[in-house]
């Protein structure tokens, strides 16, 4: 049994596949015993928070000491550089800095990552914010989907998304709508700039802190820890109460240790509550059926496609899913998502088009395919796709 869980684990934004037995079995349980009832927030934490969680400021996450931030305010004032864009003139900084930066997998605050020069995108992130703090420049967060990478350890897989953070001129505000389009209103700070990235959508403050507490319990989750992972997640539900990555991961973890009323209210609240994910989607019907719930777990289901994901490579994965159990139906609708989450993938167009096809709507299965082809210019994948709509092609005129 596969359950998932997001989390950002650099503000890469990691989900994680936590690998599960269920032991034991259910009886299906008839219609009548299927009730709806109003879900309630997390139960309080068994225990008490460590102590350096219970003192932890998340405001100082992105505090400077003061000889990091004299050495910036140094570079940032000088007469030479008051010339360049003050957005520009720290990202110019940072690339300085990165020079001898070393990428690791650590998640930092901003004046450890500063000190031992080192940290994973979630510590740079927080290093952008407090530099920005610290001359009164304004940052955004936005969610960057990415093709998923795959990591195992400790029967945990863990599936790799992306947030990058923009720091704004002085002259626009970040929420503002011509912030998305005045050329060279913002710098784009980022480890591993793609074209293959589908920008998403904002992330909020909070939740941005509510991530670095996320990522530390998903580093205890990974040396199962799961007491130790659960203070951090209340942390971060502290910051953020209806965050569904966070939510997900308490239910997943409540799961593991046993509490299985605990787990399914957590999930129901998330369902309710924290605007949609289709990683908590997925992991509360697996566990209703798994229970022998089985007509609750197909009602959540259905409702996949109302989830408010913007992730394509989910729907993506979703989609293939499907496809393998030859439901053409329910993968041609995950890959329409997957196409309205991430138009320019040429992936969502060559799965929607396979999907048409075998459901036999030729003339939709050959634009799509047209569309694959004509997204896939460069890649791999070109040529198959070249002579898939040639077949297409012959067929429809046919």
Known sequence: MV?????????KVFILLVVMMLTGCASKPNSNQVTAYKPTPPPPLRGELPTHLNKSNPEGL??????????????????DNTDIAPHKRLAHYLESQMSSFDYKGRTLKASQAMDEMEGNC???????????????????YR???????????????TLSSHVQTRVFSPNVPPHSDF??????????IDYFPSSEYVVGKRVAQKDAIAMYYQNLAAEKMM?????EALAYLYKGLSIAPQNASLLNAVAVVYKRQGFLKDALNVFAYGVEYSG???VLFENYAQLLASIGRVEEAEEIADKYSFVDDDNPFV?????????KKGNWRKASAYYRKAVEMGPYLHESHFGLAKSYSALGKEAAALRHMKKATALARYEEEQPLYSKKLVMMKHLHRG
């Open 122 to 140: 979630l510590s740079l992130a927080i290093v952008t914010a407090g530099l920005a703090q610290s001359v009164g420049l304004k940052v955004q």
């Open 3 to 11: 359950f998932k869980i997001r989390q950002p684990f650099y503000i």
């Open 179 to 188: 912030a998305n389009i005045i050329l060279g209103s913002y710098a784009v």
């Open 223 to 227: 040396k199962n820890q799961m007491q």
């Open 315 to 323: 729907w993506l994965d979703l989609a293939a899913e499907k496809e």
């Open 62 to 79: 992105f505090s400077l000491n003061e000889l990091q931030r004299s050495q910036f305010h140094a570079f940032f004032y000088d007469e």
């Open 276 to 278: 949609g994910s289709l």
């Open 143 to 157: 969610r960057v989907n990415t093709p998923p990478i795959y990591q195992r350890k400790n029967n945990i897989l």
